[in-house]
């Protein structure tokens, strides 16, 4: 970085709707937010950057209070937001404004399917494109803090000032492929998956080692989960900040009657807190009807014939993929894992796996014929 950028600082309503006004009248902006999250369970807004290709806007979240014309923004239509690597940006924006942008586009997707890279950072990307080294001393910025210095607010501006350029080459670069509407089906992928609220019900999948526990134990845990994601979401802290996993877990397991068993594996600031509900949590968990034990959960590892079809399915992978695509984009692990999980469970046509939608549907075919 061998130029200061100019930008405006924005913090007050009158400024954001200027702002946002001309952002309006152009075809594309490229957008990025500075954000903490340390022990809270929702993202502290710190900042919001803008580029609408003439001014480079800083916004200021702690000082505006009417969002109502950058919330127009996210959501008009005949403007493009650009991204990169866009999914935590995305979880502020559904929690903030309750609004995501779109139409997106997200510059690591078009890098991943253009052949420059995959999953490439930020950083090399314009380094790849415009030979420029970007200063990152100010990534661990404490955003909420005020004021910034010059040095922090260059390198929040410079997020979007070159991301810019650099969306402009990649269009070019992409548009000699036939991945454009790949691109298009995987970033309108990221809105999706992201209107997808958690589901405090479900909760006690995330936990490890869960498939190690009876029905039984499940049912327990699944009131414990759905008791922590409440009481997180409620006091805006970390899972892990309420009652870790491992002691859910443990809890689940032995099923303790009294605050005493809990302090052998907790501590003893979570068993003050917390003793007498868990061990409450834990007596509405054993109340469950057998009918209504979650399944137990199996891993795939374990299943039958596991190890054999995912090797042909990689090997099938490798005799059908196009040459101009990084195997890894066509299908990861995760998703042979999910159609042959889809596979041997039934095959329910309401529930598709990835593999077998949109752009990957014509190879995802080929994939299931193997199994």
Do not use: C
């Given at each position: 970085m061998n130029q200061n950028i100019h930008y405006i600082w924005v913090d007050t309503n009158q400024k954001l709707a200027e702002v946002c006004q001309n952002a309006s009248q152009k075809p594309a902006v490229t957008l990025d937010t500075e954000f903490i999250r340390i022990?809270?369970?929702?993202?502290?807004?710190?900042l919001i950057q803008l580029f609408d290709g003439e001014q480079v806007s800083l916004i200021d979240p702690t000082k505006i209070d009417d969002f109502a014309p950058f919330i127009e923004l996210l959501a008009n239509q005949q403007v493009v937001k650009v991204l990169h690597a866009c999914g935590e940006d995305l979880e502020v924006f559904q929690h903030r404004f309750k609004q995501l942008p779109t139409p997106l586009v997200d510059t690591q997707i078009m890098a991943d399917f253009a052949g420059i890279g995959v999953s490439m950072g930020f950083a090399k990307l314009v380094a790849h494109y415009l030979q420029i080294e970007l200063d990152k001393g100010a990534s661990r910025t404490d955003w909420l803090a005020r004021p910034l210095s010059e040095?922090?607010?260059?390198?929040?501006?410079?997020?979007?000032?070159?991301?810019?350029?650099?969306?402009?080459r990649l269009v070019v670069d992409l548009d000699v492929t036939r991945w454009q509407n790949a691109v298009e089906e995987e970033c309108q992928t990221l809105l999706e998956k992201r209107q997808n609220l958690p589901n405090s019900s479900k909760a006690y999948k995330d936990i490890s080692n869960v498939w190690r526990l009876t029905s039984a134990q499940l049912a327990v845990l699944q009131v414990l989960a759905k008791w922590r994601m409440e009481e997180a979401e409620k006091r805006d802290l970390a899972l892990n900040f309420v009652v870790?996993?491992?002691?859910?877990?443990?809890?689940?397991?032995?099923?303790?009657?009294?605050?005493?068993?809990?302090?052998?594996?907790?501590?003893?600031?979570?068993?003050?807190?917390h003793g007498k509900k868990l061990l409450l949590l834990v007596e509405q968990g054993k109340a469950v009807t057998k009918e209504d034990y979650p399944p137990t959960i199996s891993r795939l590892v374990d299943e039958p014939g596991y190890k054999h079809s995912l090797k042909l399915l990689q090997q099938k992978l490798a005799e059908i993929r196009p040459l101009d695509l990084a195997p890894e984009l066509l299908a990861s692990k995760r998703q042979l894992n999910q159609l042959f999980s889809w596979f041997i469970r039934g095959q329910n046509p309401e529930n598709l796996p990835e593999l077998l939608k949109g752009w990957r549907k014509e190879f995802g075919t080929q994939l299931v014929q193997v199994l």
């Open positions: 022990r809270t369970y929702y993202p502290k807004l710190g040095e922090q607010l260059q390198y929040a501006a410079a997020d979007v000032w070159y991301l810019l350029p650099v969306y402009q870790k996993g491992q002691n859910l877990f443990e809890i689940a397991k032995l099923q303790p009657k009294h605050t005493s068993q809990l302090l052998e594996f907790m501590h003893p600031n979570e068993v003050r807190i």
